[in-house]
């Protein structure tokens, strides 16, 4: 098989300049890390307009042949396999293909340490045991100073008869181990919670998201309508503002379920306060009444008056 | 089937006080047996210690009437009267009115009462009154609310309303597998 060189094709006569093969001046930016390089120089727009992809296609090969010579130009490294360029540093930033990874959720105690400053000590593994004079493991099976580990213990004044001291200890080791299993709990659910939050995140409002970032909005002013010393009672309201949800068990009015006298005292008092809100005045039968004693006395008042002006008188009118 | 809330309560009572004012005191404290209500499925009942108590060992879902069933709240929380409340709501009605009968007929069917269908009614009735209507021989037939107080009554055309229908003892036989 016989080897094709590029520069054999090519028209030799054209590219007398041996530097770069190339019949131009090399006016690019390289970024030879990233196997880059920019042409910033401006187009000739009569040579474009005459034969537009012509024109780019030499343009394009002889940039790239001037990067290509440029490479070869870099200092060279022999291994086995063939020989290597040692590319410079990459000078263009190129942004991250994924996003940058999020930090895990710290614990109680790693928030704590990190204020106060406290590092994590390396422990050794093995530890000396003073009372066996040898190394023996900091925890597990065996470990040194295993306060849990002795056959006897020395009796205190304040031990009460009947206490087992062997005993008392197991349980407050248990007592100890169970408070920090609660501690990771704690330490688990806080963190959940903090990813389920929508806290700092970005708001996503497509269409088909849009149903739970409107149910999302009402719950989070539902809370922040509570943030008040009257727990929003005595706010302003905005104009059709939904009444907050009404939370926890419902109120049965005769609580004593099965106790029905008190039950029924209960419903007469409700009863009664009804009553007491009502308006107890019936307004048209005091009007009424009203009217009619004001009719009653204007005839009272008409007939003593004809008598008094005298019978003839009115007699003589009604003939 | 529990006792009412308090929300439940008020409006029930609301209602009731309507048609028998304060004689609901009389239905929820009764001199001869305890009384309750009790509310199952939605239905209110009006039901004696004793039967509330016997039926209590029955699965909610199986029970499916007990007492008298006063009426049911609407899934918006409104209560609507039965007519299987009329025999109580008649003993204590506080405000009547007696059909003539010719529109007895017309009243039962489910329609309203005109002024001529109007026999008697209650001195100093006012508008918009939750009434009982009864037979000019005295037996409940219905209630309704009324649209003209007493007054304004007098002075009406023959044509005119009376009493808006509410429930009519026609339902017993319209809406039988409703009603209980």
Same mark, same amino acid.
């Given at each position: ?319 | ?16 006080? $309507? ?23 939605? $239905? ?51 405000? $009547? ?57 007098? $002075? ?25």
């Amino acid at each position: 098989m016989t080897v094709v060189n590029a520069s054999d094709i090519l028209d030799n006569n054209k590219f007398a300049n041996a530097g770069h093969l190339v019949d131009k001046s090399d006016t690019l930016i390289y970024d030879l890390g990233n196997l880059c390089a920019f042409d910033h120089s401006s187009i000739n727009i009569v040579s474009y307009k005459a034969n537009a992809k012509e024109y780019i296609d030499n343009l394009a090969t002889e940039n790239v042949q001037l990067l290509v010579s440029r490479l070869f130009q870099l200092p060279l490294k022999t291994i086995d396999e063939g020989t290597l360029a040692l590319l410079p540093k990459c000078t263009t930033p190129i942004p991250r293909e994924r996003a940058l990874p999020e930090s895990k959720p710290k614990t109680r105690w790693e928030a704590f340490a990190e204020i106060k400053g406290i590092k994590k000590k390396k422990k050794s593994r093995m530890e000396w045991d003073k009372k066996e004079e040898e190394f023996r493991p900091t925890y597990g099976y065996k470990r040194a100073n295993d306060e849990t580990a002795v056959w006897e213990m020395n009796a205190k004044p304040t031990d009460k008869v009947g206490d087992d001291p062997f005993q008392k200890m197991i349980d407050e080791k248990n007592d100890k181990l169970s408070k920090q299993k609660q501690r990771e709990q704690r330490n688990f659910d806080e963190s959940s919670m903090r990813q389920m939050g929508s806290v700092g995140k970005s708001l996503d409002f497509s269409k088909d998201k849009r149903a739970q970032l409107k149910s999302d909005l009402d719950h989070t002013f539902d809370v922040a309508k509570l943030a008040t010393a009257s727990l929003g009672k005595f706010d302003k309201q905005v104009e059709n503002e939904k009444a907050l949800p009404k939370r926890g068990k419902k109120k049965l009015a005769g609580l004593g379920a099965g106790d029905v006298s008190q039950e029924s005292e209960n419903a007469t008092k409700l009863v009664d306060r009804m009553f007491k809100k009502e308006n107890v005045l019936n307004v048209d039968k005091a009007v009424r009444q009203h009217v009619k004693a004001e009719e009653k006395q204007n005839y009272i008042k008409k007939r003593s008056g004809s008598f008094s002006k005298g019978g003839p008188n009115k007699k003589s009118k009604s003939k | 089937m529990r006792p009412l809330t308090e929300e439940e309560s008020k409006v029930f009572f609301e209602k009731l006080v $309507k048609f028998i004012g304060k004689n609901v005191t009389l239905l929820i404290q009764r001199k001869d047996e305890p009384y309750c209500f009790r509310i199952q499925k939605n $239905k209110v009942y009006y039901v004696s210690e004793e039967i509330m108590k016997r039926s209590q060992n029955i699965p909610r879902d199986s029970l499916a009437s007990l007492g008298t069933c006063f009426g049911r709240f609407t899934k918006s929380g409104k209560f609507k009267l039965h007519i299987t409340a009329l025999d109580y709501l008649a003993q204590y009605a506080k405000y $009547k009115v007696w059909v003539k009968p010719q529109s007895e007929m017309s009243w039962m069917y489910g329609n309203n009462l005109l002024k001529a269908g109007l026999g008697r009614i209650t001195e100093d009735t006012p508008a918009n009154q939750g009434v009982v209507l009864f037979t000019m021989t005295d037996i409940p037939i219905g209630f309704g609310v009324t649209a003209k107080s007493t007054h304004e009554c007098r $002075k009406l055309d023959p044509p005119a309303l009376v009493v808006y229908h509410l429930c009519d003892v026609g339902e017993y036989l319209r809406d039988e597998e409703t009603l209980f």
